[in-house]
């Protein structure tokens, strides 16, 4: 891909940026640089600043301490032929998505392709908008099997754990729960269900985010 729109050169990153970005729903500057391929963060900015002066990205703050969100914008969802838009984002989520798209990136450094991987978009948009069954965090392929993803960043009852772990247990080879070594009543929860459900693997989160900050 290599065109011309709005006096900006597009190339074929462009696109790669556009698809992550709606994927995921939104992504901060230093997700785009690792997923995208950038060398380096001032060339990932600057190229960012130039998507969102061609309006196809824009940047929106939403909590003291967190970095702008990229979006994309309707113009981008036209003249990229985008599955979706994000109008708006519960800002209760954004801690718990950042992490789940920080675990993508833990789990790419791991060996997993980015390519295979499936975000929870993704899935709602395959099995319709309006089915109200949960859906992991995403998914990945990875030889031969299929691994589910749970990043749990607050309580939940511990009925709703050992129904969502049901439910991967039947539909997937393997689910990986991603959990805060401190959150201790989920990490029981799930230690609880995985002696019934033996495809099991709880990963302290504290490894994805020592990863990315290495990074």
Known sequence: ??????GLRLVERDREIMKEVERWRFLLGRQIRVLCGFVGQRACDRRLKK?????????KYYIY?????????KKAVEIFN????????RIEQIEHDIAVI??????????????????????????????????????????GKTYCVEVELSAKKQYTV???????????????WFIPEGKIKIVEYVKKASNQYA????????????????L
Do not use: W
């Open 102 to 143: 920080d675990t993508a990136i833990y789990l790419i450094s791991k060996g997993v392709n980015l390519k295979d991987i499936t975000t929870e978009r993704e899935l709602k948009h395959i099995n319709g908008f309006g089915n109200p069954k949960h859906e992991p965090d995403f998914l990945y392929e990875k030889e």
């Open 51 to 59: 998507l969102i002066d061609a309006e196809y990205l824009e940047r």
């Open 82 to 89: 985008l599955d979706f838009f994000t109008p708006n984002i």
């Open 199 to 214: 495809n099991v693997e709880i990963i302290p989160l504290e490894e994805v985010q020592k990863y990315v900050k290495s």
């Open 162 to 176: 050992e129904k969502n772990i049901k439910e991967n247990y039947i539909k997937y080879d393997i689910q990986q």
């Open 1 to 6: 891909m290599c065109s011309v729109s709005g």
């Open 65 to 73: 301490g967190i970095p702008g969100l990229y979006f994309v914008t």
